[in-house]
Every structure is written in C-alpha cells, then in structure tokens.
DNA sequence: TGAACATATGAACAACTGCTCACATGATAA
DNA sequence: TTATCATGTGAGCAGTTGTTCATATGTTCA
C-alpha cells in the first residue's frame, strides 16, 4: 500500500478504506487532529469502567457516603467476592479510594469528575425517551 | 431470609451479605436513594457505549466535521463495515445522528451532552499519571 | 499462639463484544 | 433493466468481562 494507482486500488479487499473517498482532505486533516492513541486508550477505558451495573451503583452509593465492602453488598444485593472483584477495578481506575480501620476498609470516592460525569450522564439519559430511529 | 436470628446466618453461603453488617442505618438510608434500577442500566448503557477505542474515536472525529462511513474508514483506518457496525451502536444509543444524500450517509454527532461527557473524562485521565496504589 | 472475621484474589465458566466475511439493501446512472 | 457503488447487517469467532467458588491475606481479640 504506497502508490498505488486508483485503478489497482479496486482488487483490494475491504479491510481498509481503499480509496481516499470522497473528501481526502477533510480526512487528512481529521487524521491531523485526532486524539492520540494512549489517549483514546485512557478515555476509553475510564468510559469502560463506568459502563457497568454494579460500579454505577457503587459509584452512587459512594457519592452519598464513606462505605465498607459489607455495607456496599448490603446495599447492592450482592456477594462481598462480587463487590470486591468491582471495587478493584475502581481503584485501579482511580475513582476510588480506600481507608483502612481495623479489619475494616472503608471506600469513597477519588475524583471530582466522576460525580460531574453522572450528572452529564443522567442529562443525556434524560433526554432518550423519544421515538425511535431519527433520521435528522 | 427474613427474621433469621444473627446466629443462624453464618450457615448461609457468602452470595449476599448475612448481616446488616456495621451500619444498618446507613445501609437502608442509602438503599432508599439508590438509584432505580431502569436508570443505572441506561446510565452503564451510555457509558458503555462510550468505553470503546473505535467509538471514541468515530465520536471524536464527528466532533470536528461531519463525516461519511468511507471517510471515517479511513481515518481511523479500519474497515467500512466495522463502521458501520458502530455507527449503529452509537445511533441506539442516541449519540450520532445521519443525513442520506444519495448513495452517501453522512453522521455527525447527536446529542449536546458528548463533548461535555468527553471534556470531563479529558480531565479525569490528565490527573491520572501519578504513582500507583494510592491509599489516601 | 489460634479462632474469628473483613476483605482480597485466582481459576473457571457463561455471557457478551468487536471484528471479519459474505451477502443484502438502496441509490445512481447508463 | 443491469452495473456499480456506499452502506447495512447476520453469522461466526476470538478475546474480554463479571460472577461464583474456594482459598489467601491481614487484623483483632482471647
């Protein structure tokens, strides 16, 4: 894939765009600006970390007060493993932090962006009622 | 599980806490403002789809210009129908929008909530270099 | 020291995800 | 109509994820 004519281009296969389309310099200067890779890596994976059930609601709860793993099972309905498994994950995204006291931990939150990030959340959330399929 | 004496919990498996463990207060206080159940699935649902490295990207290109399927192919230099399998992700759950004109579908972003959401987990992963395994 | 208890973690497994491939759909133009 | 092209989509698959179970770690108290 260098130089090669437009007209070769059509015995490629589909696994890449072969051909510059329709609008290569708008491509070219998007490809300019795009956010680089470790960065995507990041803002994805912090996304990922919030895109799930349990870790929503611990995030929750915890926006609401300091908590050990047995009261957030408690709240959560679910095992104290289960939770602990999560409660890792949060950490090491660093949206939680924990204390020790005794044979307790006690977890909260570690980021002044994750409660902004729920709020932004629920607004969109809010606003996704409506029909189906827009086209516009 | 209902008026099962303190005693008689420790034969019950580890699936759930056995115990309003510390704080029994706290834990139903929480429990009540807890979110409802419809609303953290479409809350983790949006972040989910945010907590991918190709949707990220469709989105962030989207943010700059408007684009078509083949255009974005190529800037993110993957194949058209792997675009167009995410676009589809992202058109569920509200996030980009599209325009037919003629063979051409051109997306752009959908929902005035992205580029804060975006903006906001920016700021989260700026902060987030530092040392490992924080404790306080 | 050892028992009791809160939490953490590794293995295993079922469910889910994102890609590729092949084909379908829908539009344009001859 | 047919040929061509941009896009959409179902099946299949490899890789990932979230839970359970069993066990380990680490702390308190007798």
């Known amino acids: 894939m260098s130089g090669t004519a437009v007209s070769e281009m059509k015995r490629f296969r589909d696994d890449t765009c072969q051909v510059f389309c329709f609008n290569r310099e708008t491509v070219q200067a998007i490809s300019r600006q795009m956010l680089e890779a470790p960065v995507v890596e990041r803002l994805s994976g912090t996304f990922k970390v919030l ?7 611990v995030l929750y709860a915890l926006s609401k007060h300091e908590l050990c793993v047995c009261d957030l099972a408690a709240i959560l309905k679910m095992s104290r ?16 932090k924990y204390r020790r006291d005794g044979k307790m931990v006690y977890y909260s939150l570690d980021d002044r962006h994750v409660l902004s990030l729920f709020e932004q959340g629920l607004e969109h959330v809010a606003h996704e009622q409506p029909d189906r399929d827009r086209q516009d």
């Not at 895109?51 to 609601?57: E, F, I, L």
């Open 81 to 96: 493993s289960a939770v602990s498994h999560q409660l890792r994950v949060l950490r090491d995204a660093r949206l939680v």
């Open 51 to 57: 895109g799930d059930r349990t870790r929503v609601m």
